[in-house]
Each structure stands twice: as C-alpha cells, then as structure tokens.
C-alpha cells in the first residue's frame, strides 16, 4: 500500500477531519487533503491527484452518499476507493451505500483500530484483485 | 320528569285559583318560578364551563407564541452554544495532543537509539570515541526528556481542563430539554382543546440522514456496532 496516497476527507465538522487526519497521520498517510461537504470535494475529486476518499454521510449541500453517486458516476473517478466513516447507522443506509459502491463503512464512534482495518483490507482487495 | 312536574304544579295552581285559595296559588306560583330558574342556572352553569374551556385554550396558544416568540429562540441560541464549547474542548484537547505526539515520538525514537548503543557498549563493540559519543547523547537525551516531561505534563493538564465543557453543556441541554417538554405539553393540550384527530401520519421516504440513532440497541432496523456493520456488509456478499 503506497503512503504517499492522496487522501481526500469530506466531514463537515472540522474537529471530525481533524481526528481523521490524525489517526490517518498515525498510520503514516500524510498527504490529505480536506472538504466540508459534496459540493466542495467534488470539484476537488473531478481534479485529479486523489487515490482515496473517506467521507461523512450527513453534511449541508451534498451529502456524502450522493458524492459517492457522483463519483461512480463518473468514468474518471469510478474506480475510486471510498470509506464511508458515519453515524447512520441504519440498516438500509448500509444497505443503500453498499448498493451505490462504497467500499468500506465505518460507523461513529469509531476506533483508531477499525479505521486502520478498513483502510488495510480495502486496499488488500485493490491490489490482489478477485 | 320535569314537565310531570311542572303538569302538576299549573293543576294544583289552577284547582287551588278555582277553590279561590288565594294563598296555595302564590305558593304554587312560587315553586313555578322556582324550578324554572333553576334550570335557568344549569344553562349558565354550562355555558360558564365552556367559555372557561376556551378561555383556558386561548391561554394555551398564548403560551406557545411564547415560547415561539421567546423560548425556542432561546433554546437555538443554547444549542448554538452547545456546538461552540464541544467544538472548542475539542479543539483545545487536539491542539494538546498534536504537540504531546511528536514529544513522545523523540523520546521513543532517542531512547531506542540509546537502547542500541548500550547493547553494542555490552558486547564490547563500542571504541573510546564512540563511548564518548553515547555519553555525550546520554546527557543530552536526559536534559530533553526533562524539558519534554515538563511539556508532557502540561499538555495533559490541558487535556484535562478542556473537559469541563460536559458539565456546562450538559445543564444548557437539560434546559432545552425542559422547553421542548413544555412544547409538547401546550401542544398536547392544544390538539385536545381544538379537537384535532392526533396520530400522526410518517411519511416513507426514500433513505435519508439521521444522524444518530438513539437507544440503537432497541431498534431493530439499526445497527449496534461496527460488528453487526461488518455481518451486514459480509452477508450482502462484501
């Protein structure tokens, strides 16, 4: 896994990004970059240079399933890797999420542990195709 | 009942007005009047409860543009607050710990190069110079560590402080939550005065955010934990 990624992280809360970027820091991706919602990391994405997105569900504007909509949406991002980090905690927002591509969920509160799984086993799946 | 009664009494009036007993007419005449303003009262009384009744609902809608017009601004205000000081113990608590990791960093990175060092200095691999050297670190490692304990020590006690936010959130919360009680109470009350059915309609949607689900671990419909996530995603042949 390359440690150099680009790493976008959409939440809109910033202490949210800022926890997220730490933990990410910690297991050594440093080069993040962040938004406050859709509607922000979407031009952010549709620039090009991102390998990696974990983003909230619930933020104002766009909210995160329908950047994931977005992202599959377009042939340039398809094949992005998405983490889904969220309180929604429903079973048919999982369900709905699973359904639109995301590759991994990771439910609030979350640990330093599980966030560092999903990253693993995402990219465990990325690089040794089924 | 009443008008057997009042048959009665005009009988009794018109036998007694025939006998000419002037005296038992009066009376009958008396008791006459008597049982008619009696149900004279009970209309009153009747009428007295209901305008009591919608004066008390008046009262009701004049409480809510009360609480519309002063509490619930009040209440946004509260939680607005809320935001601001959780926000900030946040930031405050990130603020410590950004400058306690890379202390601790040192230390670990210092302090195993100094391990190293002694264990070569042990199995006789180390020259006078380079012994020089690693007591020179030592000294040096040791008046870093000082300084950084120092540091260390501070930034917990900030750490520390920065929970005070959960007491002052907490009693600005239990305040909203008594507003929004006293909503639902004159709103309760309300319905009832006016009579509106109550049992309201939940519209289904499609999936939307809720944000937190409280009490998850009684919802069906809800996960509990990244666990059930994980089973959820697995049976859905992630």
Known sequence: MNKDMKILIVDDFSTMRRIIKNLLRDLGYTNTDEADDGQTALPKLEAGGFDFLVTDWNMPGMQGI?????VRANPDLKELPVLMVTAESKREQIVEAAQAGVNGYVVKPFTAGTLKEKIDKIFERIDTPA | MVDATRLDLANEFIDALQDGNEELADEVLAMI???????????????TRELHDSLAS???ESDLAGIAENEIPDAKER???VIQKTEDAANRTMDSVEEILPLSETIRTRAGQLQEDWSRFQRREMDVSEFKKMGDELVGFLTEL?????????????ILMAQDFQDITGQVIRKVISVVQEVENSL????RATGVQAGAKKVVGEVEAEGPQMNAENKDNVVNGQDDVDDLLSSLGF
């Open chain 2, 33 to 47: 009047a008597a049982e008619r303003e009696s149900r004279l009262f009970e209309e009153i009384g009747k009428l």
């Open chain 2, 79 to 81: 939680l607005n607050f």
């Open chain 2, 146 to 158: 000082n300084e950084n304990s120092d540091k260390i020590h501070a930034g917990l006690n900030n």
């Open chain 2, 58 to 60: 008046v009262r009701t």
């Open chain 1, 66 to 70: 329908d950047l994931l909509k977005a």
């Open chain 2, 188 to 191: 309760v009350t309300l319905i």
